[in-house]
């Protein structure tokens, strides 16, 4: 069935190029996008459960045989990758386009927006994919491109000055990047992974530790890990609520993901393992005391965006396969629930007016269904018991207590104050903007008026947000769905917490992905 791993590339991106000829008929792209990511969905969770039972899957792209042509894998952490950020892109379309026809526009969308969306999404699964340095920098450059263009749809002022700072900051990191392949092809003579597992392990430890580092300043910047992460709450909340959704649940994922995967695959050993934990603690606290600041809910949300990412940090710096089966497992729980609570703040903007905690007030009575789709997945957010966040939170925290160095027990203690002071920022959210009376400049049910954006500031005429209409149903049953999705995750914990354990024992025994890619011994 190897036939299925470039399906999530090439579906997505043959649909880019169908809802482009298709401009101008509204109907027929949106169901052209819906056909494409749902098939996407069912191709990735076949992929997922052949990766399980078979090991990983590899195709030779164009019929080049390794290493001289691309590779692409598809192993359990690969699967699982492209099965949850498949669920989630599919969900974020359809509240889009729920908001697209509340807005009374459906008939005349921005003719981009489709095809974009759906290069957006065919750049994540390449990267999640690649066998090859160079494919993933590709991928990474498809996502800039997508995202740029995404970011600045409407092009009020505020969006194009955020999308300026996010494509200087990308292509910053997307430079190291190529800076880094391009010395590590003239030490090794090859950019596939499975060939650089032998030769990086030849070449000096000094060489080695400064490729490594490279790689990792190239990543950290995608991921938005401290100090490299002041770009990230500047340049999200400007977008439109969807478009911040599937940011901030999958974008830096990818880098996350990337970090994982040449962490255990090309520089095994924890050379750098003492400075991913303290950057894991640092952008844990730093990132959640910005959140407390902030008077904003998608600023708050974006800070804690930033900080939940030193989780993942944490289990890779570890080094030992209960870390790293925590942090996989807690990337996928911080797709679903990061990508949720952007959503609902999205259908808060709508029922009252702005996002700014102090021109809200009484959401709680004035929308049931919204208290319900911001709390539930708030409380996960936290890690309240028992769901899948507190089960993350406990994998972490176990795996720092197992590992007993200093270091891990100052990231279990940072990891609980993170914790606590998400809690309390989640609970600041729910009490001002849900649960004291009503500001009284929110607008009534049926007014119709158009949002007010964080600053205070009414929408200008080319960018409306009508508010206090009742909720879209589209909108709401797509929220919904993500919400439901999240609760899925704690049901199924046990079976998502072996497949997150076998993925980390691959990863670190290394040698399931080399003989996947060459049978007969790397070359």
Not at 42 to 56: E, Y
Not at 128 to 139: I, K, M
Not at 150 to 169: D, F, M, P
Not at 277 to 295: D, E
Request: glycine share 10%; hydrophobic share 55%.
């Amino acid at each position: 069935m190897t036939w299925l791993v470039p399906l999530p590339v090439v579906m997505p991106l043959f649909g880019a190029a169908l809802t482009l000829l298709l401009v101008g008929r509204a109907r027929a792209q949106r169901w052209v996008s819906i056909t494409v990511l749902a098939a996407t969905v069912a191709v990735a969770a076949l992929l997922l459960v052949r990766s399980t039972l078979d090991g990983p899957l590899v195709v030779e792209v164009g019929g080049w045989v390794a290493p001289l042509g691309i590779v692409l894998v598809a192993d359990q952490l690969a699967a699982l990758m492209l099965v949850v950020s498949a669920a989630v892109t599919l969900c974020v379309l359809v509240y889009s386009i729920g908001q697209g026809m509340a807005d009374g526009n459906e008939e005349t969308p921005l003719s981009v927006y489709h095809p974009t969306y759906l290069v957006l999404t065919a750049g994540v699964c390449n990267a999640f994919l690649s066998g090859d340095l160079f494919n993933l920098y590709v991928g990474f450059e498809i996502l800039l491109v997508a995202s740029y263009v995404l970011l600045t749809l409407g092009s009020t002022e505020n969006r194009i000055r955020a999308g300026t700072t996010y494509v200087v900051v990308s292509l910053l990191s997307s430079l190291i990047f190529l800076v880094a392949i391009g010395l590590i092809y003239a030490a090794t003579g090859t950019l596939n992974l499975a060939q650089l597992v032998d030769r990086l392990d030849a070449l000096p430890d000094d060489l080695r530790l400064v490729l490594q580092g490279m790689l990792l300043l190239a990543f950290g910047i995608k991921a938005a890990v401290f100090p490299l992460s002041a770009w990230l709450p500047d340049s999200y909340p400007t977008a439109p609520a969807p478009v911040t959704a599937v940011f901030a649940g999958l974008l830096t994922k990818v880098g996350v993901y990337a970090i994982i995967r040449t962490e255990t695959l090309l520089f095994p050993g924890g050379r750098t393992a003492d400075l991913l934990l303290v950057i894991a603690a640092l952008t844990m606290v730093v990132g959640i005391l910005g959140a407390v600041a902030q008077s904003d809910i998608k600023r708050l949300l974006s800070f804690t965006l930033v900080s939940h990412i030193g989780y993942m940090l944490f289990g890779v710096g570890l080094t030992t396969a209960l870390g790293l089966s925590a942090a996989i497992f807690y990337v996928v729980h911080h797709i679903t629930i990061q990508t949720t609570l952007f959503l609902a703040a999205g259908l808060v903007e709508r029922r009252g007016g702005s996002t700014a905690l102090d021109r809200l007030g009484g959401l709680a009575r004035l929308s049931p269904v919204l208290a319900v789709l911001f709390f539930v997945p708030a409380l996960n957010l936290a890690g309240i018991p028992p769901f899948s966040g507190f089960l993350g939170k406990v994998g972490l925290v176990q795996a720092g207590v197992s590992d007993g160095g200093v270091l891990a027990w100052a990231l279990v203690a940072g990891g609980l104050l993170t914790s606590l002071l998400t809690l309390y920022a989640i609970a600041r959210v729910w009490n001002l903007a849900f649960w004291r009376a009503p500001h009284p400049d929110m607008p009534e049910p049926g007014d119709g008026v158009r949002a007010a954006r964080t600053d205070g500031a009414k929408q200008p005429d080319d960018d409306p947000t009508p508010s206090g209409a009742a909720l879209p149903r589209l909108m709401t049953a797509s929220t919904a769905a993500l919400v439901v999705l999240g609760l899925g995750l704690t049901v199924v914990a046990g079976p998502l917490f072996d497949i997150s354990t076998d993925a980390a024992d691959d990863l670190l025994r290394r040698a399931p992905y080399v003989e996947a890619v060459f049978p007969g011994g790397a070359p």
